[in-house]
């Protein structure tokens, strides 16, 4: 009876293994409210000994505040509010200056636990190991989820702020992709060291690990053209996922590499999020997901009923709790998240002396695609007049690249459990075990709680 009551309320649809609940109430608003990320359910398996084990320190109970906000970050655009999230090279010069501004702002509220930047880089620390956050299809929906939280959290400073997305493409093809004008006081500051240019310099972390610093360049490599086209290739959430797929075409994979590109923080699953590298390379992500999504459509797929059957690990399963408000695992495929949000990239074609639409970025006419300019470009091309030592900062940096190197013994002797993103492979070899996972949803009785205790919810 209930039930029912519900189902006409909320309008169900069969899909697949399940049923999705739309977690959209009838006026817009998303029904959920924050739950602790205490697992509800238990997920404990053998194969989870290669995922982090959950530091600690991360676990911090929340306060009554801490949730109240986290609460309120759960909402959708309202009606018209389209929310254009754009190549951050394409950013005007005062969008660009309203989001370093409202990030920083977060970073300076300390009315809730820590700070509210830190809180939410948190709850993806929290996240990290026992959620459908990473190591399998649920990957995108949660990362699409977390961006609308951090997102709303920008408008609530600054009610015009939107992500800007880092299409590290536009890189790739320099000789030296860490020169790009990304790394450069006008967009995330320096990569080498201590972040001690650009909107983010001097900034502090948690729980031990140090000021802000990335180690740009050291280790593998950034996304390409080429791997947008393989991704393109494919039609289906599980042909471009963790764990059924090879890593050319995994996108989850090639975002992994980009991780450990950018290094420091962002070389670790657990901390990623403390560095604001992590928004914007998201963003890029799931820019690129909904590019997958449009291609779906254009072939009768409805990616909103597309979840493969073979999941993986268990907390990826359909009806897992999210870890996100009491979202189940499916949730993030649905299309609300994005609805009012439109992607605007860069393309070769504008008259004039800014081909593609930023003087931070050249048309590179044998390919007829957007390259970035690097720091000096820039530098030369528009500051002619502002005077910078590059051979000093460079000794400066060098210096300072060397301080980097120190935190990376000093965190291996903190007790943590390195899940480098590198280690984030689901070992396929292990398929024969893994298929015991995806079970008849109904049967299962974990997954039978996590739906009861979803439903109670909604109630
Ligand atoms: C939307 O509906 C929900 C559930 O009925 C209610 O709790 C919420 O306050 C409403 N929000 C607005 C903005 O009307
Ligand atoms: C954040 O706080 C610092 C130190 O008090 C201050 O210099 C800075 O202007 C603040 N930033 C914002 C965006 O409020
Ligand atoms: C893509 O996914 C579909 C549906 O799960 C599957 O049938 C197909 O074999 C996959 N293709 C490849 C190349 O893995
Ligand atoms: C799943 O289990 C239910 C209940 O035992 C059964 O009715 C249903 O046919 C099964 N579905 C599949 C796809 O095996
Ligand atoms: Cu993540």
Same mark, same amino acid.
């Given at each position: 009876m209930i039930l029912c009551f519900l189902l006409l309320q909320w309008g169900t649809q069969t899909v697949g293994q399940g049923v999705f609940i739309n977690p959209v109430n009838t006026n817009g608003t998303v029904r959920v409210e924050f739950v602790e990320f205490e697992q509800p359910l238990d997920f404990d398996i053998h194969d989870e000994s290669m995922f982090a084990t959950s530091d600690p320190r991360f676990e911090f109970p929340l306060t009554e505040a801490d949730v109240t906000w986290l609460n309120s970050l759960f909402s959708l655009p309202e009606e018209g509010e389209t929310r254009e999230r754009k190549e951050y090279r394409l950013l005007t010069e005062e969008e660009r200056e309203y989001f370093h501004r409202a990030v920083n702002m977060l970073k300076n509220d300390?009315? +809730? &636990?820590?700070?509210k930047y830190d809180l939410l880089a948190? =709850?993806? !620390? #929290?996240?990290? !190991?026992?959620?459908?956050a990473h190591g399998g299809p649920g990957f995108l929906g949660w990362h699409r989820v977390f961006l609308l %939280?951090?997102?709303?959290? %920008?408008? $609530?400073? =600054?009610p015009t702020a939107t992500l800007p997305y880092w299409d590290c493409t536009l890189d790739h093809p320099l000789s030296h992709p860490s020169e790009s004008v990304i790394w450069s006081d006008v967009f995330l500051g320096n990569g080498d060291g201590e972040v001690n240019t650009g909107p983010f310099r001097g900034w502090n972390t948690q729980f031990g690990f140090g000021l802000l610093h990335r180690q740009v360049s050291s280790l593998r490599h950034l996304m390409s053209v080429h791997d947008l086209r393989n991704i393109l290739e494919?039609?289906?959430l599980g042909n471009i996922s963790y764990p059924d797929t090879k890593s050319s075409k995994n996108l989850e994979q090639l975002h992994n590499n980009v991780h450990v590109w950018v290094g420091g923080l962002m070389r670790k699953i657990e901390i990623g999020a403390f560095d604001? +590298?992590?928004?914007?390379?998201?963003?890029? =992500?799931? *820019? +690129?997901?909904?590019?997958? #999504? +449009?291609? $779906?459509r254009s072939k009768e797929i409805d990616p909103t009923k597309d979840y493969p059957e073979f999941y993986g690990r268990r907390n990826h399963a359909s009806f897992a709790p999210m870890g996100l408000g009491n979202l189940v695992v499916i949730d993030g495929i649905s299309d609300v998240w994005n609805k009012n949000v439109v992607y605007r990239q860069p393309s070769c074609g504008n008259s004039g002396q800014n081909?593609?639409? &930023? *003087?931070?970025? #050249?048309c590179d006419h044998s390919t007829w695609t957007c390259v970035s300019k690097t720091k000096d470009e820039v530098t030369k091309s528009t500051n002619k007049d502002k005077h910078k030592d590059t051979t000093l900062s460079r000794t400066l940096n060098s210096g300072l690249k060397? %301080?980097?190197?120190?935190? =990376?013994?000093s965190l291996l002797n903190s007790g943590i459990s390195h899940s480098v993103y590198s280690d984030f492979l689901y070992p396929l070899k292990d398929r024969q075990s893994t298929a015991m996972y995806s079970e008849n949803v109904s049967? !299962? &009785?974990a997954l039978q709680k996590a739906k009861e205790i979803y439903m109670s919810h909604l109630n």
């Open positions: 300390t009315t +809730v &636990s820590l700070n948190n =709850i993806h !620390s #929290r996240s990290s !190991s026992n959620t459908a %939280l951090f997102e709303n959290a %920008l408008r $609530q400073m =600054i494919e039609d289906f604001p +590298v992590f928004y914007v390379l998201h963003t890029f =992500i799931d *820019k +690129v997901w909904e590019d997958f #999504r +449009v291609h $779906q081909e593609c639409g &930023s *003087k931070f970025l #050249r060397e %301080l980097d190197n120190l935190y =990376i013994p049967q !299962s &009785s």
